[in-house]
């Protein structure tokens, strides 16, 4: 074994075990899934056998490491990358780009909007576009618009949104349950920058909301002189097959209650 393969295997096997770590699976469980044995893992992690390139998107399947690391995992086994990375304007895309604008335009007037790994916004639809219609022009004007900034900002959605410190508290925890299942610096550094907002006094001083008869947590907000109700649904595509792809998810507010859907109606159409 020359030493770029031992540098390469041993990088893979350090990789791998990490993965492993974090998803807090033993070799022999990992070993049973991937139709492997715990003696060949245990080779692999040491550094003392180079994984074939089968064997390492098995193993990145069923410890579901995310698509832009089964790249980096590949890389440093010294095979290439399988996974593409296409940026969302490639006209390759564009049959992609059609159907998602069309989703979003069918659930008009209800609010949605398609983010990437990072909360970055890659589209919206027109009843979005009404919920943040008041907010001051610097935050609409930044580019990417982040989705994470614009509802847990001081100057953003957060004083109107009328039980703030319960939905900070659940879009918090939600991208803690990201980072730990990825390694991602970006990610990490939009976490310590909101979670380092200051929070309106009027949502530190208030008191704790009585319990609702919502089927999910509710995102409580003031919009125009109405208070408007919203439970949120995240969709992410089966199977995908390219990074850029694998990243995006989908996320549409429901109206919560009748009040909610009926101004919707009469303001957006």
Same mark, same amino acid.
Do not use: C
């Given at each position: 074994?020359?030493?770029?393969?031992?540098?390469?295997?041993?990088?893979?096997?350090?990789?791998?075990?990490?993965?492993?770590? +974090?998803? *807090?699976? %033993?070799? =022999?469980?990992? &070993?049973?899934? #991937?139709?492997?044995?715990? /003696?060949?893992?245990?080779?692999?992690?040491?550094?003392?056998?180079?994984?074939?390139?089968?064997?390492?998107?098995?193993?990145?399947?069923?410890?579901?490491?995310?698509? +832009?690391? *089964?790249? %980096?995992? =590949?890389?440093? &086994?010294?095979? #290439?990358?399988?996974?593409? /990375?296409?940026?969302?304007?490639?006209?390759?895309?564009?049959?992609?780009?059609?159907?998602?604008?069309?989703?979003?335009?069918?659930?008009?007037?209800?609010?949605?909007?398609?983010?990437?790994?990072?909360?970055?916004?890659? &589209?919206?639809?027109?009843?979005?576009?009404?919920?943040?219609?008041?907010?001051?022009?610097?935050?609409?004007?930044?580019?990417?618009?982040?989705?994470?900034?614009?509802?847990?900002?001081?100057?953003?959605?957060?004083?109107?949104?009328?039980?703030?410190?319960?939905?900070?508290?659940?879009?918090?925890?939600?991208?803690?349950?990201?980072?730990?299942?990825?390694?991602?610096?970006?990610?990490?550094?939009?976490?310590?920058?909101?979670?380092?907002?200051?929070?309106?006094?009027?949502?530190?001083?208030?008191?704790?909301?009585?319990?609702?008869?919502?089927?999910?947590?509710?995102?409580?907000?003031?919009?125009?002189?109405?208070?408007?109700?919203?439970?949120?649904?995240?969709?992410?595509?089966?199977?995908?097959?390219?990074?850029?792809?694998?990243?995006?998810?989908?996320?549409?507010?429901?109206?919560?209650?009748?009040?909610?859907?009926?101004?919707?109606?009469?303001?957006?159409?």
């Amino acid at each position: 074994m020359t030493s770029a393969t031992r540098g390469n295997t041993s990088e893979v096997g350090r990789l791998l075990r990490g993965w492993r770590e +974090r998803r *807090r699976v %033993s070799q =022999l469980e990992l &070993a049973l899934r #991937a139709d492997s044995s715990a /003696r060949h893992i245990s080779f692999v992690e040491t550094g003392r056998s180079r994984p074939s390139e089968e064997l390492i998107l098995r193993l990145a399947e069923h410890l579901d490491v995310p698509m +832009r690391e *089964r790249n %980096s995992l =590949l890389l440093a &086994a010294g095979y #290439a990358p399988r996974f593409t /990375r296409t940026p969302l304007d490639d006209p390759s895309m564009g049959a992609l780009r059609e159907g998602l604008e069309r989703l979003l335009r069918g659930y008009e007037p209800y609010p949605a909007l398609i983010v990437d790994a990072t909360y970055d916004v890659v &589209a919206t639809n027109r009843g979005l576009a009404a919920l943040l219609a008041s907010l001051p022009e610097e935050l609409l004007a930044q580019r990417p618009l982040n989705a994470m900034r614009l509802t847990l900002h001081p100057r953003g959605l957060a004083p109107r949104i009328r039980n703030l410190r319960e939905w900070r508290g659940h879009l918090l925890a939600q991208m803690e349950r990201q980072i730990a299942l990825a390694r991602s610096a970006e990610l990490r550094a939009l976490y310590e920058e909101v979670a380092a907002y200051p929070v309106p006094d009027e949502a530190a001083d208030e008191e704790p909301a009585e319990p609702v008869p919502y089927f999910a947590l509710p995102m409580v907000i003031e919009h125009d002189g109405h208070v408007l109700s919203f439970v949120s649904s995240i969709s992410t595509f089966n199977t995908p097959m390219d990074v850029t792809v694998a990243e995006l998810a989908v996320e549409t507010l429901l109206p919560a209650d009748a009040a909610t859907a009926k101004y919707l109606r009469s303001e957006v159409g």
